[in-house]
């Protein structure tokens, strides 16, 4: 057993990173970057146990047996923070509160380690609140960056940080973790790690949810009902109801059980009304929760258009080798007859056009105000 375990299909960032944790004093500042579902967060954390293992032996570090390593994985270590924001960007007051952390020296460790799951969503104003404590931290502190691509974080960061690139991992690799972490039937682990195109969080919720293989399967099948303006209609309106459904049981358990666990904290009683104190702090997770659901909305919407993606990559590929490619390299095989006969009837230049047409809209819906159901009508439209 390892702390490197989950860091699936990553052997080179995973040697890279097994170095460092072997140095006397490892660079003060990490920026690990990779596509959505490469495991960014997954090896940031296992870097940090990595620090911070008990393990005399520098070889040994890593172990993933330790009470260091346990803890630091569990979200529980004293000496390693995690921020992965629940809203739309990270606040300047989240981020000067990791200013403040960053000074203090390690508790029990050799390392102070401050990890940013999205530093991506910083605003410039944000990143330059943090820059001071990244350029020149503490002697016993490591930052730990976490974006998609080194262009999603500004130079003046970038330019301070040792660069860590994990790719996206081959479909089978990510199925064996399903397997032997989840316990899930090889054949499923394998049809969920493709259609969830190596997105390790993505496959996993496939593979454990049936209700969510049946909402892609809606999804990925969109184009074929589209015949006409309405038909384009209804199927922007279904996109953005069934993204709205997929957020809605992926937090809907999750709200249950924070919500519990804090009235048990409070000591709240079982029955009656709750004491003004008591009100306010369920106010007040109620209202992270709902930004919370707002951001998860978005998040789902991007992914679903991924998946509505998928159908294009696959008529593009069948286009392109003449219908000879292998039900391997089709992210939706079990559409094969059905993507054929739609492929025959359009182009690769078509197909291009309207795989743009989507990744338009998802930059859209992430970068600004607009109305989703509106931005997804006009794509649905520009699609037939």
Request: charged share 25%.
């Amino acid at each position: 057993m390892s702390v490197w375990d989950d860091v699936q299909g990553q052997e080179p960032v995973v040697t890279q990173l097994r170095q460092a944790a072997l140095q006397t004093t490892p660079n003060h500042a990490w920026l690990v970057t990779g596509p959505p579902g490469s495991g960014r967060s997954n090896a940031a954390r296992a870097f940090a146990a990595a620090l911070v293992c008990e393990q005399s032996d520098p070889a040994q570090r890593g172990c993933g047996q330790c009470h260091a390593c346990h803890t630091v994985l569990a979200g529980t270590h004293s000496d390693v923070t995690v921020l992965e924001t629940e809203k739309t960007t990270i606040s300047i007051e989240e981020a000067r509160e990791l200013v403040t952390k960053a000074q203090d020296r390690p508790a029990s460790a050799r390392w102070r380690i401050i990890i940013i799951g999205d530093a991506d969503r910083m605003v410039e104003r944000t990143t330059n609140v943090l820059l001071k404590a990244i350029e020149e931290p503490p002697p016993r502190t490591i930052w730990v960056l976490c974006a998609p691509s080194p262009a999603d974080v500004l130079v003046t960061i970038r330019s301070r940080c040792r660069m860590v690139n994990l790719r996206v991992p081959p479909v089978k690799d990510v199925a064996e973790l399903l397997i032997r972490r989840d316990g899930i039937e090889p054949a499923l682990a394998l049809a969920s790690a493709r259609a969830a195109q190596s997105h390790v969080g993505i496959a996993r919720r496939l593979a454990r949810d049936e209700g969510a293989r049946q909402r892609r399967d809606e999804i990925v099948r969109l184009p074929l009902r589209m015949r006409g303006v309405s038909a384009a209609a209804r199927a922007a309106s279904s996109l953005m109801e069934l993204a709205t459904a997929e957020a809605a049981s992926s937090n809907e358990q999750r709200d249950l059980a924070e919500k519990e666990q804090l009235l048990r904290s409070l000591g709240a009683p079982e029955s009656g009304t709750l004491p003004p104190s008591m009100r306010a702090q369920i106010r007040q997770l109620e209202e992270d929760q709902k930004r919370r659901s707002k951001r998860s909305i978005t998040d789902t919407l991007d992914r679903a258009l991924t998946d509505l993606i998928s159908f294009y990559r696959d008529v593009l590929l069948l286009q392109l080798s003449n219908s000879q490619a292998s039900d391997d390299e089709l992210v939706n095989s079990a559409l094969r007859t059905e993507l054929a006969d739609y492929a025959e009837q359009s182009s690769s230049e078509v197909s291009l056009q309207k795989i743009e047409a989507i990744n338009d809209v998802r930059r859209r819906l992430l970068s600004s105000n607009v109305a989703p159901l509106l931005a997804l009508e006009a794509m649905t439209v520009s699609l037939l």
